[in-house]
């Protein structure tokens, strides 16, 4: 192919002194061009992956939490979460930024008298590749890029002493989608917050007395009694 693009230029050589033809690099850099075009060369240069260097090979999602992933006001009210996403690259196998948008689901779990849950969708969120950027984090680690994403519920939404689902979606441009392990949770209640009256479909729990009331470590803990 090289050859063929120099056999090309080749008349160029040596004339660019009397004007009839480019010179020598000149000529060199148009064959580098007619490589570019003929190779279809694009950002990192690799199948899957756009300009931006972010790729679309994306084979799985890991996600990780915090202990205590939860967001307060200035009340102390929990009004959402953050987690560390990794979309997880075919080519690496570690994680990479992706092109396409990411999807949040967050699910409210009602047991059923049978067992198992009835599942109650509560809010999703959606980041296509632009808003995304903006939870990317600066430093790679050993599993490789990440997400650090903050989540915010709806002001109206009240999770506190609910049990709760929440899923991460991925959608390459393939169409085809990547769905992450669904990741199940106690909504703690802070202190001086009261206890909702129905907290994952058990009755209301009676006054404490001082004798059994819960340490203050117990109440904050991720995970009610």
């Not at 202990?67 to 997880?88: E, K, S």
């Not at 009256?197 to 058990?202: C, I, L």
């Not at 059994?212 to 803990?221: C, D, E, F, L, M």
Request: glycine share 12%; proline share 10%; charged share 20%.
């Amino acid at each position: 192919m090289i050859r063929s693009l120099v056999h090309v230029f080749r008349p160029s050589f040596g004339g660019g002194a009397n004007g009839r033809g480019l010179s020598a690099p000149a000529t060199w850099a148009a064959v580098l061009v007619g490589l570019t075009v003929l190779c279809g060369c694009e950002g990192a240069g690799w199948p899957g992956w756009n300009a931006l260097g972010a790729a679309d090979d994306v084979v799985a999602i890991r996600q990780f939490y915090n202990p205590l992933p939860w967001l307060r006001d200035a009340d102390g009210r929990i009004m959402g979460m953050y987690t560390r996403v990794y979309l997880v690259s075919s080519r690496t196998a570690k994680g990479a930024f992706g092109s396409g948008p990411i999807t949040v689901t967050t699910t409210r779990l009602r047991p059923r008298a049978e067992g198992g849950y009835d599942r109650e969708p509560l809010h999703d969120w959606t980041f296509d590749e632009q808003a995304a950027r903006g939870f990317r984090v600066v430093k790679t680690s050993k599993l490789g890029d990440s997400y650090g994403f903050v989540l915010r519920w709806p002001p109206d939404l009240d999770l506190m002493g609910r049990r709760i689902e929440v899923t991460f979606h991925y959608r390459r441009a393939d169409g085809r989608m990547i769905d992450g392990p669904a990741r199940q949770m106690w909504v703690p209640v802070p202190p001086g917050f009261p206890m909702p009256a129905e907290r994952a479909g058990a009755p209301a729990p009676e006054p404490a007395s001082a004798a059994s009331r819960p340490s203050p470590a117990t109440q904050r803990g991720t995970r009610p009694p």
